[in-house]
């Protein structure tokens, strides 16, 4: 069932990000069993989530252009947020899937978003805590997953804010508005 996406990873990918989007999808069915979400599509959504994330600049520039994609300021100068736009609009049009929970995880699993759905967070979470991953604080927010769905993703968005503030990088509003809307 995953295979022929598998091929088409690997004939995307390099090998370490390869690796990766394996394990974010194993990351992401274990969390989707643990709090009740569609495991089959929380595994494919991890699977696919970086699918444009060696594209060359010219080539995601090219997606959006072709399909209307409009970059937003912050957008525009934060090239790493392209993959995520990209990604969503390349599986939607070129692998022909539909389901929306499945694009908009893949679509905001670089910034998150206000009122993110429990995909959005699960691809998320599991990209910030897949087994290759061993950043400070990556433990406590394993930890924090055991615990609490919402606590893991709250930290991590504080985590991904500090970070970038502290490297003086513009911080997409979509981070802000899914940090605010937490209720923790
Ligand atoms: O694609 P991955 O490396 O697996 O992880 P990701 O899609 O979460 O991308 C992380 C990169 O994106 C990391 O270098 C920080 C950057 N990033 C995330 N949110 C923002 C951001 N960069 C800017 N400038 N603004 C953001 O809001
Ligand atoms: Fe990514
Ligand atoms: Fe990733």
Not at 86 to 98: D, P, Q, R, V
Not at 121 to 130: E, G, L, Q, R, T
């Amino acid at each position: 069932m995953y295979e022929e996406y598998i091929e088409i990873l690997k004939s995307r990918l390099n090998e370490k990000r390869f690796e990766h989007s394996l394990n974010v999808a194993k990351k992401a069915r274990e969390i989707a069993v643990r709090y009740g979400a569609d495991e089959n599509k929380a595994y494919l959504a991890g699977l696919l989530h970086d699918i444009c994330k060696n594209d060359s600049e010219e080539k995601m520039l090219q997606i959006f252009d072709k399909f209307g994609i409009i970059l937003d300021n912050v957008q525009v100068v934060s090239k790493k947020l392209w993959h995520s736009i990209a990604g969503a609009a390349y599986i939607e049009h070129f692998l022909n899937i539909s389901d929306k929970e499945l694009l908009d995880s893949v679509r905001y699993h670089t910034t998150s978003r206000e009122n993110a759905t429990l995909m959005d967070k699960i691809i998320y979470i599991a990209d910030f805590v897949s087994d290759e991953r061993n950043f400070d604080g990556v433990d406590e927010l394993r930890q924090a997953l055991d615990e609490s769905l919402e606590l893991c993703y709250k930290n991590a968005l504080s985590m991904s804010i500090n970070v970038l503030s502290s490297e003086q990088c513009p911080i997409h509003a979509d981070t802000f508005k899914a940090y605010n809307c937490v209720t923790l």
